[in-house]
Every structure is written in structure tokens, then in C-alpha cells.
């Protein structure tokens, strides 16, 4: 063999090690993208189903009711309702619990922000791009039973029960 050739057998083989890293690092993040992008999917779909079952039982007769079993992603903590009907001011951070892992205040920050227009939180408000949503149209027709309502989403399974009250739907958690 050459010289020359000697000399560049070391910088192919660093060029092809390069080569590889990049490649490597790009599979992971086309991979992360795709679970990231998963997970949001699987939140609309429990958002969607939520829509759904709150104008199931919109529909049906005053007292019908329901317990809600629905799948959220691992990222999410805490699903937080706002009653449109009450005032910004009636907005009380004391009744968003610490499992929200949100500061209280931020999210009172965000729910005032939100113009009447959403009336579904989810927290970490970090977790996704949205994280706000507008359950039903018209909006005022969910109440929760508090203002904000928090409702901690356990090992993955967002657990509450709606009613029917005549004039909207009544939101609470679903306690054991």
C-alpha cells in the first residue's frame, strides 16, 4: 500500500463513524417525535370522548349520570375545568391542588388569558403545545362543581362523574 493511502484509511473510517452518529441521533429523534406526537394524539382522543359523553348526557333526562374511565397520556397530571358562567374573579387558585404539578397561579394566569373561549386545562400545561380546550359548544353548558374544578389523572386513567341537572352538565371527581 501507499503512503497515501495509509494516511487516509483513518479519516474514511472517522468520516464513516460520523456518518453513522448522525444517522443514529436522527433515527432517535424521528422516534421521540413520533411517541410525542402519539401521546397528543391519545389526549384528543380522551378529549374527544369526554365531548362526546358530556353531550350523551346532555341530551338524556335530568339525573342521569355517569362515571367517566378515560385514558390519558403518562405526561398528563391533572384535568381542570372552568365554569364560563362565573366571572375571572371567581377564579380561586386555593381550589387547584398541589398534584397539578402547575403553579397556581400560572394556571389561574392561563385560565383568565383564555377569554371565556376554553373551559378544559390540562396540566402540566408544559406537557404540549395545547394543553387548553373547548369541551362543548356552547361552553356554559359543563359546570364543575368548583371553579376550578382539578381532577388528578391516577396511573393514567382520568376517573370523574358527570350528571345531568336539567339546564347543563355537572362535572365532579369521582370519589372512591
Known amino acids: 500500500m501507499k503512503k497515501a493511502q495509509l494516511f487516509a484509511q483513518p479519516f474514511i473510517i472517522i468520516f464513516a ?72 374573579s371567581s377564579l380561586n387558585s386555593n381550589s387547584i391542588p398541589d398534584f397539578c404539578n402547575q403553579e397556581r397561579t400560572e394556571l389561574i394566569n392561563i385560565m383568565k388569558n383564555s377569554q371565556l373561549k376554553y373551559n378544559l386545562f390540562v396540566t402540566p400545561v408544559s406537557a404540549f403545545s395545547l394543553t387548553r380546550f373547548k369541551l362543548i359548544e356552547p361552553t356554559k353548558i359543563l359546570r364543575p362543581t368548583d371553579n376550578p374544578l382539578c381532577i388528578k389523572v391516577e396511573n393514567g386513567i382520568f376517573k370523574a362523574i358527570i350528571e345531568n341537572k336539567g339546564d347543563h352538565i355537572e362535572i365532579k371527581e369521582a370519589t372512591p
Request: with cysteine; proline share 3%; net charge negative.
Open 17 to 88: 463513524l460520523l456518518v453513522s452518529i448522525l444517522l443514529l441521533a436522527w433515527g432517535v429523534k424521528i422516534i421521540l417525535d413520533i411517541q410525542d406526537k402519539g401521546s397528543y394524539t391519545e389526549l384528543l382522543t380522551t378529549i374527544t370522548d369526554l365531548k362526546e359523553q358530556v353531550t350523551t348526557y346532555y341530551n338524556l333526562e335530568q339525573g342521569s349520570r355517569n362515571l367517566l374511565e378515560l385514558r390519558v397520556p403518562n405526561k398528563i397530571t391533572c384535568f381542570c375545568f372552568r365554569d364560563l358562567d362565573l366571572p375571572d
